[in-house]
Protein backbone atom coordinates (compact mmCIF):
# COMPACT_ATOMS: atom_id res chain seq x y z
CA UNK A 1 0.00 0.00 0.00
CA UNK A 2 0.93 3.54 -0.55
CA UNK A 3 0.72 4.96 2.95
CA UNK A 4 0.16 1.45 4.94
CA UNK A 5 -0.55 -1.99 4.26
CA UNK A 6 -3.12 -1.35 1.80
CA UNK A 7 -3.14 1.88 1.89
CA UNK A 8 -4.52 1.88 5.47
CA UNK A 9 -2.00 3.36 8.46
CA UNK A 10 -0.32 0.94 10.42
CA UNK A 11 -1.67 1.27 14.37
CA UNK A 12 0.50 0.58 16.57
CA UNK A 13 -1.11 -0.02 20.51
CA UNK A 14 0.62 0.81 23.80
CA UNK A 15 0.48 0.97 27.53
CA UNK A 16 -0.42 4.49 28.14
CA UNK A 17 2.82 5.17 31.34
CA UNK A 18 5.81 7.62 29.87
CA UNK A 19 8.31 4.97 29.51
CA UNK A 20 5.56 2.81 27.39
CA UNK A 21 4.92 5.53 24.78
CA UNK A 22 9.26 6.12 24.73
CA UNK A 23 9.94 2.38 23.76
CA UNK A 24 6.99 2.52 21.22
CA UNK A 25 8.20 5.76 19.65
CA UNK A 26 11.36 4.46 19.42
CA UNK A 27 10.33 0.94 17.81
CA UNK A 28 7.95 2.66 15.38
CA UNK A 29 11.04 5.14 14.56
CA UNK A 30 13.45 2.01 13.33
CA UNK A 31 9.93 0.89 11.54
CA UNK A 32 9.69 4.15 9.78
CA UNK A 33 13.02 4.54 9.16
CA UNK A 34 12.75 0.79 7.56
CA UNK A 35 9.85 1.31 5.25
CA UNK A 36 9.43 5.46 4.82
CA UNK A 37 6.28 5.35 2.57
CA UNK A 38 4.02 3.88 5.51
CA UNK A 39 2.11 5.35 7.47
CA UNK A 40 2.24 4.67 11.53
CA UNK A 41 0.22 5.97 13.89
CA UNK A 42 0.13 5.19 17.81
CA UNK A 43 -2.80 4.11 19.82
CA UNK A 44 -2.67 4.65 23.38
CA UNK A 45 -4.76 2.78 26.31
CA UNK A 46 -4.93 1.99 29.90
CA UNK A 47 -4.10 -1.50 31.47
CA UNK A 48 -5.28 -3.29 34.72
CA UNK A 49 -1.33 -2.88 35.97
CA UNK A 50 -2.11 0.40 35.55
CA UNK A 51 -5.03 0.64 37.19
CA UNK A 52 -4.65 -1.04 40.32
CA UNK A 53 -1.67 0.50 42.19
CA UNK A 54 -2.32 -0.60 45.64
CA UNK A 55 -1.51 -3.99 45.56
CA UNK A 56 2.09 -5.93 45.17
CA UNK A 57 2.58 -7.05 41.70
CA UNK A 58 2.71 -10.80 43.17
CA UNK A 59 -0.25 -10.42 44.95
CA UNK A 60 -2.46 -9.88 41.84
CA UNK A 61 -1.73 -12.92 40.29
CA UNK A 62 -2.64 -12.25 36.79
CA UNK A 63 0.25 -12.98 34.66
CA UNK A 64 -1.22 -10.48 31.07
CA UNK A 65 -1.24 -7.83 34.08
CA UNK A 66 0.13 -5.23 31.31
CA UNK A 67 -0.63 -6.79 28.44
CA UNK A 68 -4.20 -7.89 28.25
CA UNK A 69 -6.09 -4.94 27.27
CA UNK A 70 -3.58 -4.55 24.50
CA UNK A 71 -3.97 -8.12 23.47
CA UNK A 72 -7.98 -7.75 22.99
CA UNK A 73 -7.02 -4.35 20.99
CA UNK A 74 -4.99 -6.88 18.64
CA UNK A 75 -7.36 -9.36 18.35
CA UNK A 76 -10.35 -7.43 17.28
CA UNK A 77 -7.95 -5.55 14.65
CA UNK A 78 -8.25 -2.31 16.18
CA UNK A 79 -4.20 -2.22 15.95
CA UNK A 80 -2.31 -4.14 14.22
CA UNK A 81 1.05 -4.53 16.18
CA UNK A 82 2.12 -3.91 20.37
CA UNK A 83 4.94 -2.83 21.78
CA UNK A 84 5.75 -4.12 25.31
CA UNK A 85 8.62 -4.90 27.46
CA UNK A 86 9.55 -8.43 26.73
CA UNK A 87 9.53 -9.46 30.93
CA UNK A 88 5.62 -8.16 31.06
CA UNK A 89 4.54 -10.69 28.69
CA UNK A 90 3.89 -14.39 29.61
CA UNK A 91 5.93 -17.41 28.24
CA UNK A 92 2.84 -19.13 27.06
CA UNK A 93 0.59 -16.35 24.87
CA UNK A 94 -2.73 -16.34 24.12
CA UNK A 95 -3.59 -18.40 20.90
CA UNK A 96 -3.10 -16.84 17.63
CA UNK A 97 -0.58 -14.25 19.23
CA UNK A 98 3.07 -14.15 18.19
CA UNK A 99 6.13 -12.03 19.26
CA UNK A 100 7.60 -11.25 15.89
CA UNK A 101 10.14 -8.88 16.83
CA UNK A 102 12.61 -8.43 19.68
CA UNK A 103 14.29 -5.64 19.42
CA UNK A 104 18.31 -5.13 20.47
CA UNK A 105 18.41 -5.31 24.13
CA UNK A 106 19.18 -2.22 26.24
CA UNK A 107 21.32 -3.21 29.43
CA UNK A 108 19.76 -5.67 31.16
CA UNK A 109 21.02 -4.99 34.85
CA UNK A 110 18.85 -3.65 37.87
CA UNK A 111 20.14 -0.47 38.92
CA UNK A 112 19.80 1.07 42.52
CA UNK A 113 18.40 5.01 42.97
CA UNK A 114 19.34 6.63 45.73
CA UNK A 115 17.48 9.32 48.01
CA UNK A 116 19.46 12.44 47.37
CA UNK A 117 21.03 12.46 51.04
CA UNK A 118 22.65 8.80 50.35
CA UNK A 119 23.78 10.33 47.12
CA UNK A 120 27.23 8.56 46.52
CA UNK A 121 27.08 5.42 48.34
CA UNK A 122 26.41 1.76 47.67
CA UNK A 123 23.96 -0.39 48.94
CA UNK A 124 26.90 -2.36 51.55
CA UNK A 125 27.61 1.61 53.01
CA UNK A 126 24.26 2.38 53.78
CA UNK A 127 22.92 2.16 57.41
CA UNK A 128 21.71 -0.63 59.39
CA UNK A 129 17.99 -1.09 58.36
CA UNK A 130 17.90 1.46 56.00
CA UNK A 131 14.69 0.74 53.85
CA UNK A 132 15.02 -0.49 50.15
CA UNK A 133 11.82 -0.45 48.07
CA UNK A 134 11.19 -2.67 45.30
CA UNK A 135 8.44 -4.32 43.95
CA UNK A 136 10.14 -7.57 42.22
CA UNK A 137 10.31 -10.73 44.54
CA UNK A 138 13.35 -11.78 42.62
CA UNK A 139 15.27 -8.69 43.51
CA UNK A 140 13.93 -8.35 47.14
CA UNK A 141 15.39 -12.42 47.49
CA UNK A 142 18.60 -11.93 46.45
CA UNK A 143 19.17 -8.56 47.82
CA UNK A 144 17.84 -9.93 51.33
CA UNK A 145 20.74 -12.66 51.10
CA UNK A 146 23.45 -10.12 50.28
CA UNK A 147 22.67 -7.05 52.31
CA UNK A 148 20.76 -8.31 55.59
CA UNK A 149 21.40 -5.12 57.27
CA UNK A 150 18.87 -3.92 54.88
CA UNK A 151 15.05 -3.93 54.82
CA UNK A 152 13.07 -4.65 51.87
CA UNK A 153 9.24 -2.50 51.25
CA UNK A 154 6.82 -2.76 47.88
CA UNK A 155 7.20 0.40 45.95
CA UNK A 156 4.53 0.60 42.98
CA UNK A 157 3.50 2.91 40.56
CA UNK A 158 5.09 3.49 37.06
CA UNK A 159 9.10 5.07 36.97
CA UNK A 160 7.44 8.39 37.45
CA UNK A 161 5.73 7.89 40.28
CA UNK A 162 8.34 5.67 42.40
CA UNK A 163 10.56 8.12 41.66
CA UNK A 164 8.87 10.77 43.42
CA UNK A 165 7.72 8.75 46.03
CA UNK A 166 11.48 8.06 46.56
CA UNK A 167 12.65 11.95 46.23
CA UNK A 168 9.76 13.81 48.26
CA UNK A 169 9.80 11.67 51.06
CA UNK A 170 11.73 10.12 53.64
CA UNK A 171 10.65 6.35 53.29
CA UNK A 172 13.15 4.89 51.00
CA UNK A 173 16.99 5.23 51.07
CA UNK A 174 16.88 3.78 48.10
CA UNK A 175 14.72 1.57 45.16
CA UNK A 176 15.54 -1.07 42.44
CA UNK A 177 14.42 -0.20 39.17
CA UNK A 178 15.71 -2.24 35.79
CA UNK A 179 18.23 0.10 34.31
CA UNK A 180 16.72 -0.12 30.71
CA UNK A 181 13.75 2.10 31.78
CA UNK A 182 15.80 4.48 33.60
CA UNK A 183 18.66 5.10 30.56
CA UNK A 184 15.50 4.96 27.90
CA UNK A 185 13.95 7.97 30.35
CA UNK A 186 17.10 9.59 29.90
CA UNK A 187 17.49 9.47 33.66
CA UNK A 188 21.16 7.56 33.56
CA UNK A 189 22.25 9.90 35.96
CA UNK A 190 20.08 8.88 38.43
CA UNK A 191 21.99 5.04 38.81
CA UNK A 192 23.69 5.33 41.80
CA UNK A 193 25.01 1.69 41.59
CA UNK A 194 24.69 -1.44 38.66
CA UNK A 195 24.25 -4.49 39.95
CA UNK A 196 26.38 -7.10 38.55
CA UNK A 197 25.48 -10.88 38.30
CA UNK A 198 27.48 -11.39 41.72
CA UNK A 199 24.89 -8.92 43.76
CA UNK A 200 21.66 -9.64 41.44
CA UNK A 201 20.73 -11.64 38.71
CA UNK A 202 18.08 -10.11 36.39
CA UNK A 203 14.67 -10.66 34.98
CA UNK A 204 13.91 -13.26 32.09
CA UNK A 205 13.53 -10.83 28.93
CA UNK A 206 14.74 -7.71 31.02
CA UNK A 207 15.45 -4.63 28.57
CA UNK A 208 14.47 -6.09 25.73
CA UNK A 209 11.28 -4.97 23.59
CA UNK A 210 8.86 -7.00 22.30
CA UNK A 211 6.53 -6.41 19.22
CA UNK A 212 3.79 -8.75 19.58
CA UNK A 213 1.22 -9.54 16.21
CA UNK A 214 -1.41 -11.26 14.89
CA UNK A 215 0.04 -14.84 14.55
CA UNK A 216 -1.70 -14.97 11.32
CA UNK A 217 -0.93 -11.54 9.88
CA UNK A 218 2.27 -12.69 7.62
CA UNK A 219 2.12 -8.84 6.20
CA UNK A 220 2.52 -7.60 9.68
CA UNK A 221 4.86 -10.44 10.60
CA UNK A 222 7.29 -9.61 8.02
CA UNK A 223 7.42 -6.26 7.70
CA UNK A 224 7.93 -5.99 11.72
CA UNK A 225 10.47 -9.20 12.06
CA UNK A 226 13.47 -7.10 10.31
CA UNK A 227 13.57 -5.28 13.82
CA UNK A 228 14.83 -8.94 15.19
CA UNK A 229 18.27 -8.50 16.74
CA UNK A 230 19.65 -12.25 16.30
CA UNK A 231 21.98 -12.03 19.78
CA UNK A 232 18.96 -10.99 22.22
CA UNK A 233 16.49 -13.37 20.15
CA UNK A 234 18.73 -16.34 21.04
CA UNK A 235 19.46 -14.58 24.80
CA UNK A 236 15.57 -14.08 25.32
CA UNK A 237 14.61 -17.56 23.72
CA UNK A 238 16.86 -19.33 26.11
CA UNK A 239 15.34 -17.74 29.08
CA UNK A 240 11.88 -17.86 28.49
CA UNK A 241 12.12 -21.19 28.09
CA UNK A 242 13.94 -22.04 31.26
CA UNK A 243 11.34 -19.71 32.81
CA UNK A 244 8.50 -22.26 31.50
CA UNK A 245 9.75 -25.30 32.06
CA UNK A 246 10.11 -24.18 36.10
CA UNK A 247 6.55 -22.81 35.51
CA UNK A 248 8.22 -19.29 36.76
CA UNK A 249 5.56 -16.15 37.08
CA UNK A 250 5.88 -12.95 38.60
CA UNK A 251 4.93 -14.38 41.72
CA UNK A 252 7.89 -16.75 42.62
CA UNK A 253 12.04 -15.61 42.17
CA UNK A 254 13.85 -16.37 39.28
CA UNK A 255 16.61 -15.10 37.87
CA UNK A 256 19.09 -15.21 34.92
CA UNK A 257 21.84 -14.16 33.58
CA UNK A 258 22.58 -14.65 29.71
CA UNK A 259 25.58 -14.10 27.34
CA UNK A 260 26.53 -14.80 23.65
CA UNK A 261 30.33 -15.08 23.12
CA UNK A 262 31.98 -16.83 19.90
CA UNK A 263 29.47 -18.16 19.13
CA UNK A 264 28.50 -19.74 22.43
CA UNK A 265 25.75 -18.97 24.47
CA UNK A 266 26.07 -18.93 28.55
CA UNK A 267 22.85 -18.96 30.29
CA UNK A 268 22.56 -18.77 34.24
CA UNK A 269 19.40 -19.38 36.27
CA UNK A 270 18.53 -19.40 39.79
CA UNK A 271 15.58 -19.65 41.61
CA UNK A 272 14.98 -18.24 45.40
CA UNK A 273 13.06 -18.76 48.71
CA UNK A 274 11.45 -15.44 49.66
CA UNK A 275 13.68 -14.17 52.03
CA UNK A 276 16.74 -15.49 50.04
CA UNK A 277 17.95 -18.11 52.35
CA UNK A 278 17.40 -20.75 49.98
CA UNK A 279 18.43 -21.16 46.60
CA UNK A 280 19.82 -22.82 43.54
CA UNK A 281 21.77 -21.53 40.74
CA UNK A 282 23.73 -23.12 38.12
CA UNK A 283 25.19 -22.38 34.37
CA UNK A 284 25.25 -23.86 31.26
CA UNK A 285 25.90 -23.49 27.81
CA UNK A 286 25.39 -24.60 24.55
CA UNK A 287 26.48 -23.73 20.55
CA UNK A 288 24.32 -21.23 18.61
CA UNK A 289 26.77 -21.01 15.34
CA UNK A 290 24.20 -21.85 12.68
CA UNK A 291 23.96 -20.53 8.90
CA UNK A 292 20.51 -19.19 8.54
CA UNK A 293 18.98 -21.82 5.96
CA UNK A 294 16.32 -21.08 3.76
CA UNK A 295 12.97 -23.54 4.35
CA UNK A 296 10.37 -22.61 3.00
CA UNK A 297 6.97 -24.03 3.73
CA UNK A 298 5.24 -24.10 7.09
CA UNK A 299 8.32 -23.87 9.40
CA UNK A 300 8.77 -20.31 8.56
CA UNK A 301 5.61 -20.38 11.26
CA UNK A 302 7.74 -22.46 14.29
CA UNK A 303 7.47 -20.34 17.52
CA UNK A 304 9.88 -20.69 20.47
CA UNK A 305 8.00 -20.05 23.90
CA UNK A 306 6.05 -17.10 21.72
CA UNK A 307 8.78 -15.86 19.50
CA UNK A 308 8.39 -16.02 15.99
CA UNK A 309 12.51 -15.57 14.00
CA UNK A 310 12.16 -16.22 10.93
CA UNK A 311 15.86 -14.23 10.20
CA UNK A 312 17.41 -16.13 12.80
CA UNK A 313 18.91 -19.44 12.03
CA UNK A 314 15.94 -22.33 13.56
CA UNK A 315 18.60 -24.65 14.57
CA UNK A 316 20.47 -21.93 16.99
CA UNK A 317 16.72 -21.11 18.24
CA UNK A 318 16.37 -24.56 18.95
CA UNK A 319 19.24 -24.86 20.82
CA UNK A 320 18.50 -21.80 22.96
CA UNK A 321 15.73 -23.02 23.70
CA UNK A 322 16.82 -26.71 24.75
CA UNK A 323 19.57 -24.84 26.77
CA UNK A 324 16.81 -22.94 29.16
CA UNK A 325 14.99 -26.15 29.59
CA UNK A 326 17.88 -28.53 30.50
CA UNK A 327 18.87 -25.73 32.97
CA UNK A 328 15.92 -25.52 34.36
CA UNK A 329 15.60 -29.41 34.08
CA UNK A 330 18.70 -29.43 36.39
CA UNK A 331 17.28 -27.29 39.15
CA UNK A 332 14.43 -29.32 39.07
CA UNK A 333 16.75 -32.54 39.91
CA UNK A 334 18.16 -30.37 43.06
CA UNK A 335 14.95 -29.59 44.43
CA UNK A 336 13.57 -26.43 42.72
CA UNK A 337 9.85 -27.23 42.54
CA UNK A 338 10.28 -27.29 46.41
CA UNK A 339 11.61 -23.89 46.55
CA UNK A 340 9.28 -22.51 43.86
CA UNK A 341 6.08 -24.15 45.89
CA UNK A 342 7.06 -22.61 49.02
CA UNK A 343 8.18 -19.48 48.05
CA UNK A 344 4.56 -19.08 46.14
CA UNK A 345 2.77 -20.24 48.82
CA UNK A 346 3.71 -17.63 51.33
CA UNK A 347 3.45 -15.26 48.31
CA UNK A 348 -0.49 -16.16 48.29
CA UNK A 349 -0.77 -16.11 52.12
Known amino acids: GENGVNGKAIRVGTRRSQLARIQTDSVVMMLRGLYPDLHFEIVAMSTTGDKILDTALSKIGEKSLFTKELETALERNEVDLVVHSLKDLPTSLPPGFTIGAVCKRENPLDAVVFHPKNCGKTLSLLPE ?8 L ?18 RGNLNTRLKKLDEKEDFSAIILAAAGLRRMGWENRIGQLLGPEDCLYAVGQGALAVEVRAKDQEILNMVSALHDADTVLCCIAERAFMKRLEGGCSVPVAVNSL ?3 GQLYLTGAVYSLDGSDSLKETMQ ?28 GQAQEAAENLGVELASLLLSK ?15
Open 286 to 313: TGVSYALQSEDGPNDDVQHVGITAKNVS
Open 138 to 155: RRAAQLKKKFPHLEFRDI
Open 335 to 349: GAKHILSVARQLNDA
Open 129 to 136: KSVIGTSS
Open 260 to 262: LKD
